[in-house]
Nanobody
Framework: QVQLMESGGGLVQAGGSLRLSCSAS??????????LGWYRQAPGKHRESVAN???????SYADFVKGRFTISRDNTKETLYLQMNSLKPDDTAVYYC???????????WGQGTQVTVSS
């Protein structure tokens, strides 16, 4: 069973930066064609999409992170990244990564990493 593992979360002051990484416990079949994404869930709120990146490395972002966050992927390392700059207290949440290979009907989620932004 493939497991995704996020890292890079932590406590940071408002205006600071963090870089999240997501990698798998074993190689994921057809990773190169997978759609990758970052999601987050704050206490008492639903999980929401933060950013996605297609197999052609085309990114898309939620409006609330545009201009502050950058999603990227390294197919050689089968790793997903999220560079988060200008963090705000409202960005406080558990951040999850996702790897979805539609052609294989596979959809993996990480366990989440806590990001806390203090004011």
């Amino acid at each position: 069973q493939v497991q995704l593992m996020e890292s890079g979360g932590g406590l940071v002051q408002a205006g600071g930066s963090l870089r999240l990484s997501c990698s798998a416990s074993e190689s994921i079949a057809r990773f190169r064609i997978a759609t990758l994404g970052w999601y987050r869930q704050a206490p008492g709120k639903h999980r929401e999409s933060v950013a996605n990146i297609s197999s052609t490395s085309t990114p898309s972002y939620a409006d609330f992170v545009k201009g502050r966050f950058t999603i990227s992927r390294d197919n050689t390392k089968e790793t997903l990244y999220l560079q988060m700059n200008s963090l705000k207290p409202d960005d406080t949440a558990v951040y999850y990564c996702r790897v979805a290979v539609v052609a294989l009907v596979t959809d993996y989620w990480g366990q989440g990493t806590q990001v806390t932004v203090s004011s």
